[in-house]
Each structure stands twice: as C-alpha cells, then as structure tokens.
C-alpha cells in the first residue's frame, strides 16, 4: 500500500507539536537532574565548614542593605514612601507579618525614617550612609578597567563569543559593576565588547559580544599563580591550548584522612584539560577532560569575583555558553577540596577554598572593605532582641525620627536556619568529626 502524503501545513503542525514536546521533555528532566543539589542539604553539620558559613552569613546580611541603597539610589533626593518598599520584600528576604519598618530600625545609623506634613512616612538614608554610597560609586569607577577587563575574558570563554546580557547582570555585583551597567557602562569599552541583538525578531534579548581577542588575558589566574607569571611577562601572543596544572586543594581539618586515600585525587591533578580560553566543542560530555576543564572555567569565574563566591543558580545558567555538565552541583560537591557550597539561605554558594583564611579573603578587593564599613554600621549585637512593633501610621505622631544610636535600638536582622552569627562564630570548626572516605572514593568514582 503507497504511504499517505501529508499536506505541508500537517507536517509543520506534527513537527511543531514534537518539539514542543520534546522541549517539555528536556525541560523535566534537567529539573530532575537539578534535584541532586539535595545532597548539599542532606550533609550532617559535622561536614559543614563554619568558618565559610560565616563567611557566607555575613554575605547575605550585606546583601540585604546593599539592596536597599540601591533602591533608594535610583529614588529622586534618595528617599521612598515606606509602603513602596513593600514591593521590594522578596528581594531582602522579609515575609510577612514581618514589617519593613521594624526591619529598618535595626540599621539606625544607615536608615532614617520620618513623616512629612501629610502623614506620609518616608525612608532615607543618613548622611553617614550617603557618604559610603559616594565612596563605593568612587570605588567602582577606579576599578572599572578591571571588571571590563574581567568581563571581556567570560565572553573570551564563551562558546560563541557573546553572553546574554540577562546573565551577566547576575554577576553584577558579584564583579563590581555600576547600577548603570546596562544602559550606559557597557558602552564605555567600544575596544573589548559591544551589545547586540543577534536573533531579532525571534528573540529580543540583547546579547554582550567581543569584539576583539587579547591573547594577554586568555591566560588563567591559575597559570599566573603556579608560573608566577607577573604582567610584563605575559606575552601578547600566547594561544590557548592543553594544560597540565594542579589545583591549590585546602581541606578543612576535619577531613585529614582524604590524603591517606589520595589516589584519585592525584590522578585528577596530574590529568590534563583544555585551557577554559580553547574552544572545547570537540570535547566529549561526561569524560573526564570534560570534566577537569569544567573545574578549571569554575575556578576562573571564581577568580574574576571581588568575594571569590558565587551563588550556584547564576553559575548554572552559563551551562550551555561555557560548556559545562548539566550536573553542576555534582561536580562541585565532588571536588570539596577546591569548592565548599554553602546551603545557606534560599540558594547555594559556591566558594573558593584557596581565597580564604578561615572565615576572611587572604586578598581584599576595596569593594569588600567597604562592605565590612557597612556591616559595622548594621544593628547587630550578636543575640535577638525583641522589638516593640508599632504601626507605621498611627504611632508616630510624637516622632519625626525613626532610629537612634541607644543601644535598645542596636537589633541583629534575621539570619533565619535557626542558626545566628554568633552561633556560628562559636562553633568550633574542629569538632573531631572526619568525613568518611567511602564518601569521597564514591564521588571520585561516579
């Protein structure tokens, strides 16, 4: 029997509806392959490295005022209407019946609040916060060649040479660019990249291209580091190629036993991988040069950071452009001499061991001596106090300030996990636990 023909309109409705199927498909299984990231929560806190979830607690204390200079940073004179704040609750991480002016007062020395002639209360920062939003807009501007220069190398690692510019405001932050970073910073340096939409008018989504290569900076932090490579002996015409470098391993004493049953991790050290700067379509997914040179683009990314971490969301969406294993988090977790992840909060961190001396950087970018500025200026004594609640409107009729410098008014913000900093701070980071080898050779395994 002659087979049926299909009309053209039929083929491209099957051929639609199988994509979109196999897309819904793909999508559920790399939802399902992300739930691996459980074993991080599913670590006795005995394998917990407290030195590092200090680290990662004061991060997200910072996090939560930096927010909110912002906010009022793009406000005219600085200042908001306290019920337009409400908005902003799920980006510092303030549930309800929490209030935000309670949240507020805990910062008296950073936040003022008062109420003008129609009853309206507003927030504002004092004069002393002013002056450290100054300072780190100063900071950002002297340091704008580095980042640029930072910024340029990602997209030098990139597959295709060009990033989502979506992704990359993830890393904002992260690598000390301005608020202004979309609109006009990435206009600055015409010479190393520039913006484009590439795939109009399917997808408008603007996209951060390079424009020219610089052999200079496609050499890694970690051949700087082993090579003792200082910048006038880096030559300009230096290709990217096969590399065969240790990563700096620091264990936390807990784990001392791992070098007895070193044998694994010896064999990754001396293996070799692919420059993160060579072009890497060639390799092959799950091998294990594949899987070295995923390590090595982690722990470059992780060198271009001012606080040498990351949270794990932002590092998995650069999966496809920096080709890396889908299993993401699996990879980190297996090279815990390298990484520490962090569960603290909403969403995983990722560390770099070697950048760290207990719970502080070995080397301090100025952007994160000002962040220390601004955490001693934070409310905080170490054990909850509790508040009087009052309400915004109706109990303030005798004050047109908000927020003093008495010690009533000095109250540690919410660090959730039923864990402070102070009880952080406390434990002892040797607590004779030691983690257990079979662990270790199964991941080295898998």
């Known amino acids: 029997m002659p087979r049926p023909q299909l009309n053209s309109n039929y083929r491209i409705f099957m051929r639609n509806d199988f994509v979109h199927d196999y897309c819904t498909r793909l999508s559920y299984v790399q939802c399902r392959w992300m739930t691996s990231s459980k074993r991080v929560q599913d670590r006795s806190k005995s394998k917990r490295v407290h030195d590092l979830e200090i680290a990662a607690e004061k991060h997200k204390v910072i996090s939560k005022i930096q927010y909110l200079f912002e906010v009022l940073k793009g406000e005219p004179e600085n200042i908001i209407p306290l019920r337009n704040l409400d908005q902003h609750r799920k980006q510092i991480n303030l549930p309800k019946p929490h209030k935000i002016s309670d949240f507020l007062r805990k910062s008296p020395k950073l936040f003022e609040l008062y109420k003008d002639l129609r009853g309206v209360v507003w927030c504002g920062l004092t004069e002393q916060a002013e002056k450290l939003v100054k300072e780190e807009e100063e900071i950002i501007e002297k340091y704008g060649e580095k980042a640029a220069e930072n910024v340029t190398r990602m997209l030098m690692m990139a597959v295709d040479k060009r990033l989502p510019l979506d992704k990359i405001a993830h890393f904002r932050r992260d690598l000390g660019l301005p608020m202004n970073f979309r609109k006009q910073w990435v206009h600055n340096y015409p010479e190393n990249f520039r913006v484009v939409q590439p795939f109009k008018p399917y997808d408008e989504g603007e996209y951060l291209e390079l424009v020219s290569w610089k052999s200079s900076w496609a050499i890694t932090e970690l051949e700087k580091t082993v090579l003792s490579l200082k910048q006038e002996q880096i030559v300009s015409e230096h290709v990217p190629g096969l ?93 815990f001499g390298i990484f520490y992840v962090s569960e603290r909060g909403k969403r995983f961190s990722v560390f770099l061991n070697e950048a760290y001396d207990g719970s502080e950087l070995i080397v301090k970018h100025p952007l994160v001596v000002w962040k220390e500025k601004v955490r001693n200026l934070i409310g905080y004594r170490g054990k909850k106090k509790k508040i009087e609640s009052f309400d915004d409107l109706s109990d303030m009729e005798d004050k047109t300030l908000l927020g003093s410098d008495s010690e009533d008014d000095h109250v540690q913000l919410e660090l959730g996990q039923d864990e402070t900093m102070h009880s952080l701070e406390s434990t002892s980071t040797t607590d004779g636990s030691e983690m257990e080898i079979e662990e270790v050779c199964r991941a080295y395994n898998n």
Request: charged share 30%; net charge positive.
């Open 243 to 335: 590399l065969k470098l240790a990563f700096p391993l620091k264990f936390p004493s807990s784990y001392k036993k791992v070098y007895r049953y070193g044998g694994k991790i010896e064999h990754f050290q001396k293996r070799e991988y692919l420059s993160p700067y060579a072009d890497a379509r060639g390799l092959k997914a799950g091998s294990l040069e594949f899987d070295k040179r995923a390590v090595a683009v982690m722990h470059e990314l992780l060198s271009f950071t001012i606080e040498k971490r990351l949270v794990t969301d932002y590092l998995t969406h650069f999966r496809r452009e920096f080709v890396m294993p889908q299993k993401l988090m699996r990879l980190l977790l297996k090279h």
